[in-house]
């Protein structure tokens, strides 16, 4: 079973989220005119980064490629024994979260882990040992191991790891070739004979970025008096705002010449707020400014507005009333819009689900036909770094493999172009196009960047909600459907369930043709068949908007872009989200004015 994933949301829990973040952006209001908040001066800038800068490891990984190269030799074919394609890659991450609730400091996380991987390919570029094996169960296949490096010594330890490593990968290769092998002599002839990897190019690209640098002790005091907001609201249960910055650095080398030193900064400023409805659902609001630059942080009335606003759209969504199964006319609005075209389209497009017989292969067989209206085109560019002044999370200058990133012409007025592809090469499409992406300590499959979605004929806003009361009308529904905000989405791409897929909106409203004001919902999931809703979208507006956040699949979670007009659809169905029967909070603190503002002591 393929299943993908797409979320910004954290763990519902006290204190700070668990793992990596996906998170997404919108344009905030410019004050939220709470004047007896505390004002602390902007941040200054530091000298020193998230704990140092670590030391050059690529001299290290060189003398592990030569070292395995003179010992288990470098060629590909029957008649040789070594591996023909070796790359190592170390990735170092340093994180710092500051956390602030209720008005006081939830203390500060410090993180720093470095994770190496080691790929390992045995018998020819035609058929290796990552070759499917058809019909084998996912418990019979060689598990990746998770190679920790050491933080400190990029030396003789690390040296060992990577031999350590390599020498456990090698022998799994050649265990799992021999069973390619055989599986491959007595299943049927392949649909898709294309080879197992390709050639590439092989880029020497040192540009490791400068040490992020971020002032601890301003930003400490910011989100903790913003914090103190969510006290005026009884509504709200539980809530906490922070700030997670990330500095990020990899080294890749192969034994075919590519090396790489690069890097990228990411830093979210966050808040999120739940409660639970009278009927048990817990309810949730999250929001946040997602950046690659200290400088594109956002100022003090920007934060303390993204924090009433949540406030507010919690309180209004818990008196909500919930939603009914309904199918009929809706708009996606951008956001929503463009983790919808991630889940129903992008997945079924990235490479290797068009040679693996056990996906439902939905487009594979479509290359130069018509599968979306045409005043739509579909790219994904993961060379974009911002769009509308708003940072991409998609963007990398190298994939995994260490091949440059490149814009890829998806859907061009409707039709279908071309694939998202890793180094293993699909029929027609021989190369790849930069998209061959992992979490560290995962192997690398095609993945999607930033998946950026076109309109050539557009309306504006207004005149697509009057489209959607039209439309109304004609079906004879009693309402239509907007999607304001998206929490995330997944989908089933694989033959053994149903190409189906799941978005999660937060905020979602019924329109009324007879002029009754718009009437907030709850507790909706967006599901549907990607062909039959595809085939739906009717209209798009002249706007656009960017969701920003982490996508998990096959290889690990990937940060991942997704951008769109809003969109009208003839029609799309909705159930009632899974909902907990617990009641609300007995004790429930009184509403209490918001507590006397802290000194906030900014650093020299």
Known sequence: MTTSITSFLPALRRGFPLGALALSLVIMPGSSGAEDVPKPAPPPAKTEGLGGVPADPLPTLERALSYVASRLGNGEGEAQGGPYHVAYALTDRRSVTLQGTHGATAGTAREHDRIADVDVRVGSMSLDNTHKIRDASWWSEEQRPM???????I????????LRGTDDMYRAARRRLIKVRANTAVKVEREDRSDDFSKAPTPVDLQPPPPLVIDEAA??????????LYLRYPAVHDSAVQIVATDQRRWLATNEGTRIADGKHHLRVATWATTTADDGMKLQVYDYVDVASVDHLPDRARLLAMVQSAAERLTELRGAALVEPYAGPAILRGRAAGVFFHEIFGHRVEGHRQKDEDEGQTFTSRVGQPILPPFLSVVDDPTVTSLGGIDLNGAYRYDDEGVPS???????????????????????FPRSNGHGRRQPGNGVVARQGNLLVEAHQSIPYAALRAKLLDEVRKQGKPFGLVFDDISGGFTFTGRAEPNAFSVQPVTVWKVFPDGRPDELVRGVDLIGTPLTTFARILAAADDRDVFNGMCGAESGWVPVSASSPSLLIGEVEVQRHEKENDRPPLLVAPQVPAPQAHAAQVPE
Not at 147 to 153: C, G, R, S
Not at 219 to 228: C, I, K, N, P, T
Not at 408 to 416: A, D, H, P
């Open 147 to 153: 190679l920790i490096a050491p933080l400190a010594d």
């Open 155 to 162: 030396g003789t330890s690390l040296y060992e790891l990577l």
């Open 219 to 228: 930003w400490g005091a910011w989100v903790r008096d913003a914090s103190a």
């Open 406 to 428: 490149e814009r890829v012409s998806l859907v061009e007025r409707g039709v279908l172009r071309n694939f998202l592809l890793s180094r293993s090469p699909v029929a027609g």
